[in-house]
Every structure is written in C-alpha cells, then in structure tokens.
C-alpha cells in the first residue's frame, strides 16, 4: 500500500483522546483483574471471620500498609513504562520504603520474643500457602493489566511485564489480607514477599511475549 | 523543509482533541522524517524502509493516546520508531536460514561443529569486543584483511593489530589453563 494512501485511510477516524487516557485505561484493567480476585477471596478462600475486630488491630494495618504502598510504587512504574519514551525510571526507590520499614518491624518483634518462638513466629499457621495464594490472586490482575497494556505503547516488555507482575502481585497481596490472620511482620515481610516476588517473575517472563506491538 | 517540534507537537495535540485534518497533516509531514531516520540507522533496502515507516506511522495512530501533551512530540515519536526498528528486524531475522548450517550438520555432525564454536565463543568472550569482532571475521568468516576493516570502518593496520593482539591474549590463556 502506498504511504500517502494509508495515511489518508488512517486519517478518517480520528476520535478525540482526553488526557490521562493512559492511566485511566491502567485503572480500568486494574480494577477489573482486583475485582475477580476480591470475588475469588469471598467465595474460595473465605474471609477471616473476624475481619472486623481485626481491622482495629495494628497487624492487619501493618500488612495493609505493606502490601498498598507497594501497590502503588509498583502502579507509578507501570504507568511510566506504559509511554514508549521512558528513559530512567523515577520513583524505584519508592518501594524500597515500605519494605526497609517493615523490616525495621520485624527486627522489633525477633528482640521482643524469646528465640525459641521465633521459628514458629516467622512460618505461621500457613507459610506453605500464603505464597501460593498470592500468586493465585496475582493472575486475574496481571490478566487486567496486561490487556491495559495491549493497548498502550511499552517498549521496554521485559521491565514492563516486571512491573506489572509486580503491581498485580502487591494488589493481591492487600486482596489475600482479607483472608489471611497472620499477624508477625517477619512472616508478612518473608512469605508475601515471596509471592509478590513470584508474581514479579510471571511478568517478566511474559511481558516480551505478550506485550509486543 | 522539516518541521519543528513545535508546529509537529501543535499538530499532534490539535489531532488528539479530534481534529482529522491536523492529524492527516502530522502523519504526511512524519513520512519523510521516518524515512530519513530509517535510512540513517537501518541499514537495509528501500522496502525494508518504506515498511518501517509505514508500520510506524501506524503505530503513531493507534497508539495516540499514549502522548502526554505535555511532553516532547519527538523523544515520543522516536521512541516508537526505534521499538519498530528493533521489532522488525527481530521478525525478519527469524526467517533468515542460519547460515552454514546444512554444511555442519552433513559434515562434521551437528553436536560436535556447535561445542566447537561455543569453545570459541567463550574463549572470545574474554577479549575486547574489536579484538573478537576481527578475529572472528579474518579467521572464522574468512574476509580479507581489507574486507574486515572496510566492514568494521577502521583501518587496515588496527586490524592487524587487533587479530595479533587477541590472539596473543588466546594462546597465553589456554597455555595457562593447560597448567
């Protein structure tokens, strides 16, 4: 075909686009992929029975607080590597916060109990699941967020699919919360980790495949 | 004449607020400019980049919606072109035939050619990247002296002085390895 021909077809739909239509349609995926998993939390796993009285609880807040700031350090590197001229990445040491501080947590609560606990402290009731279910949860948001990504203009797959690996495993991570009655920083900090991480991995190996355009 | 960036990011913006005209007037005045920086880069035949622009000036299209207004047009533009560039040549490499490779496998047996030259591989991993480049095309593909210097744009003695060089490096590390 020639060129001045396809840009004569080309021109013919020329629909406006506002602004913010890249983070608009990120939010989109991403709340549908959230939603299947909030649905999937409900009806499979069963919300803790006493989500209530553990919502006026330090630990549950602790892992919220985790598991969120996450979701949105992750969310501003996706957004980033969404736009094809990202250049260096800004915000990476966002991250790195919330996890220093729950260490920080976690270091507090190993001096605060004996070391004999400290084995049964750090594997739970559910060290063997909790990653497992992350990743779980983890897919239908990554599923989301990749069709978001379908339609913007990545450039850099491998480190996009990271972060959206990344994203979709933190927003599971504050999904798989309303399941979970963990309460030691150090199982939060090993385990959810662990399934974020994995889900992080997911990402980047997909993201080349799967986010071309 | 070319365009400036101010009157390209005009056109682009005015073309997302859903002005067609303005639209069609960016992607015309994109097509030469596309041209000329495949044509620089990309060192390959007139279809081959007639296709890159067109892939391009497709992809500027559907993907409007990616362009922050209030960024440069260009670093976006080029952006995308460069992800084409790469995009199709990574495409276009898959159906290209690996070159020798029915002479190795009736001649010599196929596991045997391809350790051979992963040994010569690693063992060129570990010079300079000239070095290995003019060993690998003096000794291994078989140019010329003058053929290696004409494809790598230097000159004729810094190829001889690489491949001199690199081998030297070669042999004090297998002789040592030996040891």
């Known amino acids: ?18 602004r913010g239509a890249v983070g608009r349609r990120i939010l989109l995926g991403l709340a549908a992929g959230v939603l299947v998993s909030i649905v999937y939390v409900v009806a499979r796993m069963g919300v803790r029975p006493d989500l209530a009285a553990a919502m006026h609880g330090f630990p549950f ?12 350090g992750a969310l501003v590197m996706a957004a980033q590597l969404a736009r094809p001229e990202t250049g260096r990445l800004r915000g990476l040491w966002l991250i790195a916060i919330p996890t220093v501080l729950l260490a920080g947590l976690g270091a507090m609560e190993l001096i605060q109990t004996p070391p004999g606990e400290w084995l049964r402290m750090w594997l739970g009731h559910s060290w063997m699941q909790c990653p497992w279910r992350v990743l779980t949860l983890a897919m239908p948001i990554f599923a989301g967020l990749l069709w978001s990504f379908r339609r913007l203009a990545p450039t850099r797959l491998r480190a996009a699919g990271a972060a959206a690996g990344l994203a979709a495993g933190a927003f599971a991570a504050t999904v798989y919360c309303l399941h979970c009655p963990e309460v030691s920083a150090i199982f939060v900090l090993t385990w959810y980790s662990l399934g974020i991480l994995l889900a992080t991995g997911v990402g980047a190996l997909l993201g080349p495949r799967l986010m071309r355009w | 004449m070319r365009a400036s960036e101010d009157e390209l990011r005009g056109l682009m913006i005015s073309g997302l607020d859903g ?7 960016l992607l015309r005045l994109l097509a030469p400019l596309l041209r000329a920086f495949y044509r620089y880069r990309a060192d390959s035949g007139q279809d081959d980049i007639e296709d890159l622009v067109q892939e ?14 209030d960024r440069t047009f260009t670093a976006w533009l ?3 072109a460069r992800y084409k560039m ?38 060129l991993e ?7 480049r003019m060993i690998r095309a003096t000794r291994l593909d078989g140019l010329s002296v003058a053929e290696a210097a004409a494809a790598d744009g230097i000159g004729e003695s810094d190829v001889k002085v690489s491949v001199h060089r690199g081998l030297k490096t070669l042999i004090a590390r297998i002789q040592g390895g030996r040891r």
């Open chain 2, 19 to 25: 002005n067609a005209g303005d639209h069609a007037a």
């Open chain 2, 126 to 132: 570990i010079l300079p990247p000239k070095q290995a």
């Open chain 2, 78 to 80: 080029f952006a995308i």
């Open chain 1, 61 to 72: 807040w602790m892992k919220w607080g985790y598991t969120i700031s996450l979701s949105i």
């Open chain 2, 86 to 123: 790469i995009d199709h040549f990574r495409r276009t490499r898959r159906h290209q035939p690996i070159e020798g490779l029915e002479e190795i496998l009736t001649i010599e047996g196929f596991e045997d050619a391809t350790s051979a030259r992963m040994d010569v591989d690693d063992l």
């Open chain 1, 1 to 18: 075909m020639n060129t001045d021909d396809l840009i004569t077809s080309l021109s013919r739909d020329v629909p406006p686009v506002r």
């Open chain 2, 56 to 69: 391009t000036l497709i992809a500027v299209h559907t993907r409007r919606g990616t362009y922050d207004r």
